[in-house]
């Protein structure tokens, strides 16, 4: 699990839903009422927000240029009826993204993406390169390679597998 600060804007969203399942312990803060209310799930919504969160994971790993840790629904297809209009601030004539109905965290999710890819942070956020984190992250380097959630921890075992092996 990483120490590094929140994603900026909507992506803190994103990470925060990927964050939910701890893959080293198997925890899913998900199963806490206080986290489902945290994103407006109703116990109901539960799985499809597990698939959202697995699919969210596969596409961050993507990012980071890592193979899929499992099979799962497309991230695109989970997102394609999520309704986005275009909302315009009537004081300055700004104009963004935003889901159609705030309820379904689908389509937050989606409008969060959406802001995100007008102002190029979609890239950045990535999933933890270690098979048994798999941490969402942002990626603040300057060449945005970053590897792992944390080089204190993740990229620390990792080296010192390398290491080991040779």
């Known amino acids: 699990m990483s120490e590094r600060s929140p994603a900026p804007g909507g992506l803190e ?4 839903l990927v964050n939910t399942l701890d893959l080293e312990s ?3 803060s998900l199963d806490t009422a206080e986290v489902r209310a945290r994103f407006g799930l109703a116990e ?4 499809g927000a597990r698939e959202l969160r697995e699919s969210l994971r596969v596409t961050l790993l993507a990012h980071a240029g890592h193979p899929p840790h499992r099979e ?3 991230l695109g297809a989970l997102l394609g009826e999520s309704p986005l209009v275009v909302a315009v601030d ?3 004539g700004s104009a963004t993204l935003a889901p159609a109905d705030e309820g379904p965290l689908r389509s937050r999710v989606a409008a969060a993406i ?3 890819l007008v102002e190029g942070t ?3 956020l990535k999933a933890c390169e270690a098979a048994d984190c798999h941490w969402a992250y942002y990626d603040r380097s300057p060449a945005g390679r970053g590897r792992w959630c944390s080089m204190q921890v993740c990229g620390a075992r ?9």
């Open 13 to 16: 969203l994103i990470q925060s």
């Open 26 to 28: 198997g925890g899913d």
């Open 44 to 47: 109901g919504d539960v799985a």
């Open 72 to 74: 799962v629904t497309p």
């Open 90 to 92: 009537a004081a300055d």
């Open 114 to 116: 959406a802001r995100a």
């Open 122 to 124: 979609w890239i950045r």
């Open 158 to 166: 990792a080296k010192m597998r390398r290491y080991r092996a040779k």
